[in-house]
């Protein structure tokens, strides 16, 4: 799923090796998915986007957005990006491909779930985005101690601290994936409360947040994720499906996995005691 270090990655790809790029063919919903989600009708995607200009990517949150003139897309969740120089990699299935005039093309496909939103720029009033292009990301100065603490006093005490850092887009890009490697270094379990948390442990939070985020987006994303070209992100998951087996990283416990809030937590029992 993308996230925070996703976005930024894939925005840097985009920019780098799409600029002045003109669009000369699209297909949209050539595979249709259930769970491929479109803003308005997809049938109208290549009468729009056809002959317009990539100008730039921006990362929103957790959503990447393409710029053509003034035409957006905007991907985000399990739309996965791939950039292809040469067409004979392009799938067999996807739900979105555009071709450039240089013969490369660009294509989307769904996994589990996956918005694709096009629309004219100023067009689009869905809440998650506006609230992604107007709150203060994680990486900007904007993102102090006394913003975060401002989020947190604004949350009701019994909220767990999975709910309050990744539901409901208080914080734009940080969902449960990158979650638990921010709290396992933070030495708090997902389930705690917010009431429970102290003064103390809140700095610690918000400072290993933003540098546990810094780190993975520098990193080129998680290595549970891919990125433009198809390759996992540099930066190594301290809890994933990927590391359940491993044992904690910080004191080599057995790890644990539970269901919670419809999604997976993994979490050490000795290091996040609840």
């Known amino acids: 799923m993308i996230e925070l270090p996703e976005s930024h990655t894939l925005a840097t790809q985009l920019n780098a090796t799409l600029k002045g790029k003109s669009i000369v063919a699209m297909v949209v919903n050539q595979s249709p998915h259930k769970f491929a989600f479109y803003h308005g009708d997809p049938s109208s995607y290549p009468n729009r986007f056809i002959d317009t200009t990539f100008t730039g990517a921006n990362a929103q949150g957790g959503q990447v957005e393409l710029a053509f003139d003034h035409q957006r897309l905007v991907i985000s969740d399990g739309a996965n990006l791939r950039y292809h120089s040469d067409l004979s990699t392009v799938p067999a299935k996807h739900q979105l491909f555009m071709k ?44 102090s101690l006394d913003y975060f603490k401002g989020i947190v006093e604004l949350a009701p005490p019994k909220l767990s601290l999975k709910a309050l850092l ?81 044992g904690c990283p910080e004191c080599g416990s057995e790890l644990r996995k539970e269901p919670y809030m419809g999604g997976s937590i993994y979490f050490c029992p000795h290091c996040q005691s609840n």
């Open 166 to 246: 990744a539901t409901e887009q208080r914080i734009p890009g940080l969902g449960n994936g990158v979650l638990q490697d921010i709290l396992l270094l933070s030495k708090l379990h997902p389930k705690t409360k917010v009431s429970e948390v102290s003064e103390t442990q809140w700095a610690t939070l918000y400072t290993t947040l933003v540098n546990t985020l810094t780190r993975m987006r520098d990193e080129g994303g998680r290595d549970t994720e891919k990125n433009l070209f198809g390759q996992p992100g540099g930066y190594r998951t301290l809890l994933s499906a990927n590391t359940l087996l491993e």
């Open 100 to 143: 450039f005039e240089d013969g490369s093309a660009l294509t989307i496909s769904i996994a589990m779930y996956g918005m694709i939103f096009g629309f004219e720029e100023g067009t689009f009033n869905n809440p998650y985005y506006l609230i992604a292009k107007t709150n203060p990301s994680v990486y900007s100065p904007e993102f």
